[in-house]
């Protein structure tokens, strides 16, 4: 299912729970309206304009909310690559098995960076890849997951690639 889909079920049963009278597709709009201009930390409009490699969006968003946030933001990169099209979300390897593909590269030869670390850093490990949590609020790691790095912000990845 899409993200949207998504969305709105559960926002309708959890409506349905406590009884709400309320129209979750009018409620869904604004989060969808996010997901269509969120707000951008400015150390990624710093990185994307810096950085030298190549850099591709690997999203669980569906691809017209991911398309529509970039566009929002002249985020210039070389692919945006969603759950919708390899019909599977994160952490689940089909999404950065596409972004090997699309990128041309080696497991080795790729760093993902994610601030989830059961969606990002547990699903690009499975794959093969080595993966940063970034980690804005400095939060302890609740399930355990060890990334090769961590970083508070994207402008430290220099340190790395």
């Not at 990002?120 to 890849?129: E, F, L, N, S």
Request: proline share 4%; charged share 35%.
């Amino acid at each position: 299912m899409r993200q949207r889909e998504i969305e709105i079920i559960s926002l309708q049963e959890t409506l349905d729970y406590f009884d709400a009278e309320l129209d979750a597709d009018k409620h869904a709009q604004f989060i969808f309206d996010y997901w269509e201009r969120p707000e951008i930390y400015k150390d990624a409009e710093l990185f994307l304009k810096e950085v030298k490699v190549p850099v591709f969006i690997l999203s669980n968003i569906d691809k017209l909310d991911l398309e529509k946030a970039a566009d929002f933001h002249h985020l210039h990169v070389e692919g945006l690559i969603t759950s919708e099209d390899v019909r599977a979300y994160k952490p689940r390897v089909e999404i950065f098995k596409e972004g090997l593909k699309q990128a041309g590269c080696r497991p080795e030869e790729v760093l993902h960076v994610g601030d989830s670390l059961k969606d990002d850093v547990q699903g690009a490990q499975k794959a093969g890849i080595k993966a940063v949590w970034i980690n804005r609020g400095k939060r302890n790691n609740p399930v355990h997951v060890s990334p090769e790095f961590e970083v508070t912000r994207l402008t430290e990845l220099f340190n790395y690639i």
